[in-house]
């Protein structure tokens, strides 16, 4: 009778709040939630000084979309357990290191000249052969950035090979 016991015991699943999934979630929404609440100690700045939209926003609607997102994560890996792995994958460093090389590429050459690098580098490495679509996603994902940056947030972009030419036109 014993026997049964330990083994009923074993194969019940631990509570949600000891799992690596939650874990990790919780912690993200955690640090997230605090520097949410500190962005609404930012000071407003007046109209005449604001370029594009206040200092606040930008932080504020990016940290609702890191916690929203950690939300979709972690609905998705209660569907579908995340896979226990010994070790991480070859593309997991090779993205590291494509940060590496977006930051200095960025601050010796030209921001956008860094994106359209990153953007073709891990798109590479995470699986998409076709040139195509590997030509559009450097030409087309440092567009939206610089649109979004320069038109909707009103800021301008440090000197390079690209935004030099963009800014004497």
């Known amino acids: 009778m014993n026997n049964v016991q330990n083994k009923k015991r074993a ?5 949600f ?4 999934e939650f ?15 500190t962005t609404f100690t930012f000071d407003i700045v007046p109209p005449i000084l604001n370029r594009g939209i206040q200092p606040a926003t930008f932080p504020k609607g990016l940290l ?22 010994k070790k991480l994958p070859k593309t997991f460093f090779l993205t590291l290191l494509s940060f590496l090389i977006f ?11 860094a994106i359209s690098l990153l953007s073709i ?12 679509y590997l030509i559009l996603v450097s030409v087309i994902f440092p567009i ?4 979004f940056f320069e038109t909707i947030l009103g800021l301008r972009f440090p000197p390079g090979i690209i935004t030099n030419i963009y800014y004497q036109v």
């Open 121 to 132: 580098f891990v798109s590479y490495y995470w699986g998409e052969r076709r040139i195509l």
């Open 103 to 113: 930051v200095i590429v960025s601050k010796t050459l030209d921001f956008f000249l």
């Open 23 to 37: 874990k990790v979630s919780f912690i993200i929404i955690f640090i997230s939630t605090i520097l949410l609440i």
């Open 17 to 20: 709040f000891f799992k690596d």
């Open 144 to 147: 939206i950035v610089f649109i």
């Open 11 to 15: 194969n019940k699943s631990l509570p």
């Open 64 to 85: 609702i979309l890191i916690i929203g997102l950690t939300l979709i994560i972690y609905y998705l890996s209660i569907k579908k357990p995340w896979k226990v792995e």
